[in-house]
């Protein structure tokens, strides 16, 4: 897929990226427009389900389980159907059609431990047309979505964008959480950009009480708003899922690297056959080859590589997926009812 949007657009975007909350007003200066051009393209993008901020929800709130990396194999004729199936599964995070030693590649997650043996082996493992599987369970994240930018601003641009603080290490366990925080969460997750005025309105709570919340979820990273658009839209259509083995004392050297790469959108460490799981986009299949022959050649203790290439995806932080523009929000309430039991 070549580029849809717009320059202005992509330097919109890769604003956002930087700092999705950031005002209209500021936006308009970092990008020397006026504001009505930002509100409106804000707008545009978001009801033509290009592009939207969200809010990515921590993990902690979300399951008392790590996510789970799936690989499965499929009859003849039967990829698409299993796809869409575990597509459907409200615990299914990110779900594709791919090339390579696999037909299907998902991540998913479980709301509870006790859960898992039943997602996996029944719920996914059962579905008509799957013939085998492979899962590896997340032991530690080095990057995910929210760290990849376009790189379009000058190093000016990039500084005069102040992003909300969020914490360095946003916890992963422990985490308490009122009821009027988790209906904060709830509206951060559909739309990263929700402001106090915005909550006040729509909890019926005063000014005040919708500012402490709104910065005591954000401050204490609960919730970590990132733009959420297909990476093929804005010029990188080539999305492999690269697994990793290496050896023990590299795991942790070759997972830093990786998630500082500029290509990496989620990167993990692993628990199965693999060491680590890097998920990258790219402009093409020769930016590919050369991140793999040189790259990642020069990585000490990388023993083996396994290359899935996504030629659908299906679903990508719970948010379907319509080739490629996100479905709207009737679909996606459900799935954030579920996600934030």
Not at 33 to 46: A, D, K, N, Q
Not at 91 to 119: K, M, N, W
Not at 139 to 145: I, N, R
Request: proline share 6%.
């Amino acid at each position: 897929m070549t580029v849809t949007l717009a320059g202005a657009d992509l330097d919109l975007v890769a604003a956002l990226q930087h700092a999705p909350r950031a005002g209209v007003r500021q936006l308009a200066e970092v990008l020397q427009t006026s504001p009505s051009t930002v509100s409106r393209r804000l707008g545009r993008l978001r009801e033509a389900g290009t592009a939207r901020v969200i809010g990515q929800v921590n993990s902690a709130l979300v399951a008392d389980v790590t996510p789970d990396h799936v690989w499965l194999k499929t009859a003849p004729g039967r990829t698409r159907e299993a796809a869409e199936a575990v597509a459907r599964l409200p615990e299914t995070q990110f779900a594709a059609l791919v090339s390579g030693s696999s037909d299907v590649y998902a991540i998913v997650q479980a709301p509870r431990r006790a859960d898992s043996a039943d997602l996996l082996a029944q719920r996914i493992g059962g579905i008509p047309g799957v013939v085998a599987s492979r899962t590896e369970t997340v032991l530690g994240s080095y990057a995910t979505a929210a760290n990849w930018r376009l790189p379009r601003l000058t190093q000016p641009q990039r500084d005069r964008l102040c992003e909300d603080s969020l914490p360095s290490s946003p916890p992963t366990e422990g985490v308490t959480i009122t009821e009027d925080e988790r209906a904060v969460v709830e509206l951060l997750h559909d739309d990263g950009r929700t402001n106090a005025g915005d909550i006040s309105r729509t909890l019926g709570l005063s000014q005040s009480t919708a500012y402490r919340l709104l910065h005591s979820v954000l401050d204490r990273g609960l919730v970590l708003p990132r733009v959420e658009i297909e990476p093929a839209l804005v010029g990188y259509p080539v999305e492999p899922v690269i697994a990793l083995t290496t050896d023990l004392s590299a795991i942790v050297p070759t997972a830093t690297a990786l998630g500082r790469h500029r290509a990496a959108r989620y990167v993990s460490t692993v628990a199965g056959v693999s060491s680590l799981i890097f998920h990258g986009a790219f402009e093409d299949e020769a930016a590919l080859s050369t991140f793999i022959t040189q790259d990642l050649a020069r990585l000490d203790g990388v023993r083996g590589i396994d290359i899935c290439l996504a030629l659908d995806v299906l679903t990508r932080y719970w948010l379907p997926r319509r080739a490629p523009y996100l479905r709207q929000a009737a679909v996606t309430a459900a799935r954030q009812a579920e996600l934030l039991q």
